[in-house]
Nanobody, 125 residues
Framework: QVQVVESGGGSVQAGGSLRLSCAASGFMRSNYYMGWFRQAPGKEREGVAS????????YYADSVRGRFTISRDNAKNTLYLQMERLTPEDTAMYYCAAGGSLDGTHLAPREYKYWGQGTQVTVSS
């Protein structure tokens, strides 16, 4: 069956960087859209960034555009999120999602079928 596993979270000071990784396995057919989502305590899960499998189409939340970069491995279902100039507002549980539909905003949780368990990112002042 399909498995989605993310890693790379941790605690950093404001202005620091982290790179999250996500390995998706078990797909019998093409995995089109993959994305990163985050959820802070007491808040709804929100889309951070998503990318089409060829890497030509990427979408970012306004709050992270210019600071975060999403990318995919050319040969495997591996997803990355390079996060730069982190702020305390970026503190959240970050989730990797796979199986995103071809239609939609590509940043809506309801569009994705498979989810990882999450990795915590904490940014201190």
């Amino acid at each position: 069956q399909v498995q989605v596993v993310e890693s790379g979270g941790g605690s950093v000071q404001a202005g620091g960087s982290l790179r999250l990784s996500c390995a998706a396995s078990g797909f019998m057919r093409s995995n089109y859209y993959m994305g990163w989502f985050r959820q802070a305590p007491g808040k709804e899960r929100e889309g951070v960034a998503s990318i089409y499998r060829n890497g030509d189409f990427a979408y970012y939340a306004d709050s992270v555009r210019g600071r975060f970069t999403i990318s995919r491995d050319n040969a495997k279902n591996t997803l990355y999120l390079q996060m730069e100039r982190l702020t305390p507002e970026d503190t959240a549980m970050y989730y990797c999602a796979a199986g995103g539909s071809l239609d939609g905003t590509h940043l809506a949780p309801r569009e994705y079928k498979y989810w990882g368990q999450g990795t915590q990112v904490t940014v201190s002042s």
